[in-house]
């Protein structure tokens, strides 16, 4: 399988993650199959992740609204096997200020019962192009966690992401970082600030939404469903 233009690959990417990541860029691509290979490689991701953690630990999954149900269902459903994990879900409000920064405030938040016991955190994106929603959402839990290692968790990063994100936090947060990925693109559109290849393309009409969710007040399946238990 040939490597995108702009494409590197980590050390963590096997056959079944490239050709996983390749599906994400095909243009016939429906929704459900793009679910399907977010979750997938959500669940690779977690495979990677899992044997790191020790057993004891308690993680706690972070993610945004449209990644619940996909990316971060897979990672969780990986973790679960092994570790007590717990989610939280925030549905961030992304745009661009007329300088040109990027900012992601938290408009609605689900945090599962128990999430602050948690020693390990784990921040799934789809794709990192830069540090905007990462840094907001690490933010807004790094208080009431206390974690040993934060796990940056993606399938695609723009090469300049983790520099990016290690630059916005003091050293001793930024020490306990540990960036898992498949795929580093080297490209960025300057007016959409989309990464080339990427994932294909922006991802809320990728998995079938009708934009952002905290515009469209969609609620992830998983979070009704910890809702409910709980």
């Known amino acids: 399988m040939a490597t ?15 050709a996983a990541l390749q599906s994400l860029l095909r243009s016939d691509v429906n929704p459900e199959e793009y679910q399907a290979a977010m979750t997938q490689l959500g669940s690779m991701l977690g495979e ?22 996909y990316l971060s269902r897979g ?16 549905w961030n409000n992304h745009y661009s200020l007329e300088n040109g920064t990027s900012v992601a405030p938290i408009v609605h938040k689900f945090l599962e019962p128990g999430y602050e016991k948690a020693n390990q955190l ?21 208080e009431q966690v206390k974690a040993k290692t934060i796990y940056i968790v993606s399938p695609v990063m723009h090469k300049n992401s983790e520099a990016s994100l290690i630059s916005e936090f003091p050293s001793n947060i930024s020490k306990k970082f540990k960036f898992v990925y498949f795929a580093q693109d ?6 959409t600030g989309e990464v080339t290849p990427g994932i294909g393309g922006e991802v809320y009409p990728k998995l079938g939404l009708e934009g952002q969710p905290v515009k469209a007040g969609f609620i992830p399946e998983l979070v009704k469903e910890l809702a409910h238990m709980h």
């Open 4 to 18: 995108p233009e702009n494409r590197s690959f980590s050390q963590y990417a096997n056959d079944g993650a490239k």
């Open 48 to 69: 990677i992740i899992s044997p790191l953690i020790p057993s004891s630990a308690k993680c706690l999954v972070v993610s945004t609204a449209e990644d619940a149900d």
């Open 75 to 90: 990672v969780l459903s990986e973790l679960k096997h092994g570790h007590i994990a717990k989610t939280a879900v925030f």
């Open 122 to 142: 784990v921040v799934v994106k789809s794709i990192i192009s830069g540090s905007c929603v990462v840094r907001t959402n690490l933010l807004e839990v790094i």
């Open 186 to 191: 080297s490209v960025k559109d300057k007016s």
